[in-house]
């Protein structure tokens, strides 16, 4: 149950950043959902296995650093999702940076209160 909130917040926050910055473009809520859902699927897999690459590469120091690189490559992750879908426009790393933030502030905010 948890998760489907986050899914739901998460999809809001992308309609949101639509609304707030230039350069984010999203048909509808479904694509919304959509592209908040592949966010994090592929966040959760590529976005972890790139995190702990860095780890064992900078022998641990990007762990000191743990939420900031993680919101960098969670941007990485929002381009790449961007190109995959047809609805769900991301134009730059700035704006796809901005949906990372948000969707990672959403989602703490969830697990706070949940």
Do not use: C
């Not at 694509?31 to 699927?41: D, E, H, K, R």
């Not at 960098?72 to 700035?94: C, K, T």
Request: aromatic residues 10%.
């Amino acid at each position: 149950m948890n998760y489907i909130l986050r899914l739901i917040v998460s999809a809001a926050l992308v309609l949101l950043a639509t609304r707030f910055v230039p350069g984010i473009h999203v048909t509808d809520f479904w694509s919304s959902v959509w592209a908040a859902f592949l966010i994090g699927l592929v966040d959760l897999v590529i976005g972890t296995l790139i995190t702990l690459g860095l780890a064992v590469m900078t022998f641990g120091l990007s762990l000191l650093l743990g939420f900031l690189v993680r919101v960098l490559i969670s941007g990485l992750m929002v381009l790449v999702v961007s190109g995959w879908l047809q609805n769900f426009e991301v134009d730059g790393y700035l704006q796809a940076l901005f949906v990372a933030v948000l969707m990672a502030l959403g989602s703490r905010l969830v697990r706070k209160a949940g």
